[in-house]
């Protein structure tokens, strides 16, 4: 069984950092894509940043690109989402999911259940 548990989120003002675990148990990270999405209210799902099973450069959305840095731990199966230079423009909820394929290309079977970001004074 597929699960992803995301942690971390938190309320944290603007120019600080987090980091955002997702902890993935069913699959292993070398087998499959695996992506950091945000929502923020009333806007549309976003990827934030994606591995692919196979590649250790992630590909990152042109907005966190020098903030944000996403990496893994296979040993752990376990993705990370650093989070630095925060704005509050990157409140959200964050999500980790799995690609149903080996890159980031794919549709997105699983997700997980979400944690909160909130960048605020």
């Known amino acids: 069984q597929v699960q992803l548990v995301e942690s971390g989120g938190d309320l944290v003002q603007p120019g600080g950092s987090l980091r955002l675990s997702c902890v993935a148990s069913?699959?292993?990270?070398?087998?499959?894509?695996i992506g950091w999405f945000r929502q923020a209210p009333g806007k549309r799902r976003e990827a934030v940043a994606c591995?692919?099973?196979?590649?250790?450069?992630?590909y990152y959305v042109e907005s966190v690109k020098g903030r944000f840095t996403m990496s893994r731990d296979n040993a752990k199966n376990t993705v990370y989402l650093q989070m630095n230079s925060l704005k509050p423009e990157d409140t959200a909820v964050y999500y980790c999911?799995?690609?149903?394929?080996?890159?980031?290309?794919?549709?997105?079977?699983?997700w997980g259940q979400g944690t909160q970001v909130t960048v605020s004074s």
């Open positions: 069913g699959f292993t990270l070398d087998s499959y894509g």
């Open positions: 591995f692919s099973s196979s590649d250790d450069n992630p």
């Open positions: 999911a799995r690609a149903d394929v080996e890159n980031c290309s794919g549709s997105w079977g699983y």
